[in-house]
């Protein structure tokens, strides 16, 4: 049985990536406010990260630096898996100016696609796959912390989980969980 301390990242800020003109998926480039900073500085003292042997991080910056000022202050190594990265508003990556619709779609399908749906969307079940299919190399860790996104950390929770920035949510899995 492997304890799996899923975290979520620190408030982010988006002003830089929106003055360059990035959008949709170019939000994922947004860093933590100096507020997602110490929120992170916070909760690397967090009691609960004791005994913990590796930090397994999403790609996008929110994320990776959360992990990053985490494992500075607990000597905890850090890797990043790709497949824990944030839910796709648009898993075709069109260039699309309505995307900030296609979350609220969403939650009102409770992450399973219908013919009724306007947006591209990821589906809560692939998340669920891939955010598995990453964490499962793990399970030879007795203690691992996973710094991922809300609706990744929700895929082993449920939907309605709202997790505040820098929530922690607990949990024991081992090899049956992931058949």
Not at 23 to 36: H, I, V
Request: glycine share 6%; net charge negative.
């Amino acid at each position: 049985m492997t304890k799996f301390i899923f975290i979520r990242h620190g408030e982010p800020r988006y002003d830089e990536v929106v003055a360059r003109g990035f959008k949709n998926q170019g939000y994922d480039l947004g860093k933590l406010t100096e507020r997602g900073e110490s929120q992170a500085a916070k909760v690397a003292l967090d009691p609960r990260l004791e005994g913990a042997t590796l930090i397994v991080a999403s790609p996008y910056t929110r994320a990776l630096q959360t992990a990053a000022i985490i494992s500075r202050i607990t000597q905890i190594p850090l890797t990043v898996e790709n497949d824990l990265h944030e839910w796709m508003p648009d898993v075709t990556f069109s260039n699309r100016n309505d995307l900030e619709f296609a979350y609220p779609e969403f939650m009102a399908s409770k992450g399973v696609r219908t013919e009724d749906n306007q947006f591209t969307w990821e589906t809560m079940a692939d998340v669920q796959k891939r955010s598995r299919h990453a964490i499962k190399p793990y399970l030879n860790h007795e203690k691992v912390i996973v710094l991922c996104h809300g609706i990744v950390m929700s895929s082993f929770t449920h939907i309605d989980d709202m997790i505040e920035h820098c929530g922690i949510r607990e949990l024991d899995l081992d090899e049956s969980f992931f058949r």
